[in-house]
């Protein structure tokens, strides 16, 4: 049966919660802001340069994963810029629906093959271009596209975040103000200006991640920051 991405983004949005990580968890390597075209994305599945890829659950999704379940059971959970993320066969082992969007055909097939998860492949009605990759069972969709093509990116996770919505964000941030590779510099005020409008915004954790290879490219510090995004409306 076909399904097409309105109608499950409306299903997304009755219990949606986000792990979500910033243009500046992309890649561990210097390179200019230029480069970070959608080219560059999938020439670095292409090529298996991906020194961004973790072989373990993220320390931060399970220091905080609590959080962001908040006592609740079976729910869905999606992942923007899903890649080939461990965290998301985590997540669904313990009763969770998962929901990524992820542009590398080659990422997506990689998850299934290396999580040894069976799948189906099949278009989106109505997407030309976008097809959904799902476990046989329906556990684990993926969809195969650019999130971008649909609006901004923080716009688009607000208009899925329903009420009761607990969003965790992962962002890093560089402190030398003329470092013009990555990590792109994301601080807590610009995420309050893409979120703060709609969403109440907490920060959970702040972690100086500095390790010899970001000394090397001129940085003296490098901290990784958990944010809890909800809708205001939870609490009015």
Not at 40 to 64: A, N, P, S, Y
Not at 200 to 220: H, N, P, R, Y
Request: aromatic share 10%; proline share 3%; net charge negative.
């Amino acid at each position: 049966m076909q399904v097409t991405f309105q109608e499950y983004r409306l299903a997304m949005s009755t219990e949606v919660d986000a792990v979500g990580k910033t243009s500046s968890r992309l890649q561990f390597q210097q390179c200019k802001p230029a480069d970070l075209t959608l080219e560059h994305w999938i020439t670095r599945w292409e090529q298996q340069k991906i020194g961004f890829h973790l072989d373990t659950v993220h320390e931060m999704l399970k220091k905080h994963v609590d959080v962001m379940l908040n006592g609740r059971k079976q729910i869905r959970i999606f992942f923007p810029l899903c890649g080939k993320a461990v965290d998301m066969k985590w997540l669904a082992d313990q009763g969770h629906t998962v929901v990524g969007v992820e542009l590398s055909e080659i990422a997506i097939k990689q998850f299934f093959t290396e999580q040894n998860l069976s799948y189906i492949q099949e278009p989106v009605a109505g997407m030309p271009g976008v097809d959904i990759f799902k476990t046989t069972e329906g556990q684990i969709s993926l969809f195969l596209c650019n999130i971008f093509d649909f609006s901004s990116y923080s716009k688009l996770l607000i208009t899925l975040m329903a009420k009761g919505c607990r969003y965790l964000l992962d962002t890093l941030v560089c402190t030398k103000s003329d470092f013009e590779g990555l990590p792109i510099k994301i601080s807590e005020a610009e995420t309050r200006d893409l979120y703060g409008h709609a969403c109440d915004i907490q920060l959970l954790d702040s972690s100086d991640t500095l390790t010899g290879k970001q000394k090397l490219w001129g940085l003296e510090s490098f901290i990784e920051e958990v944010h809890l995004i909800t809708p205001k409306t939870d609490s009015s």
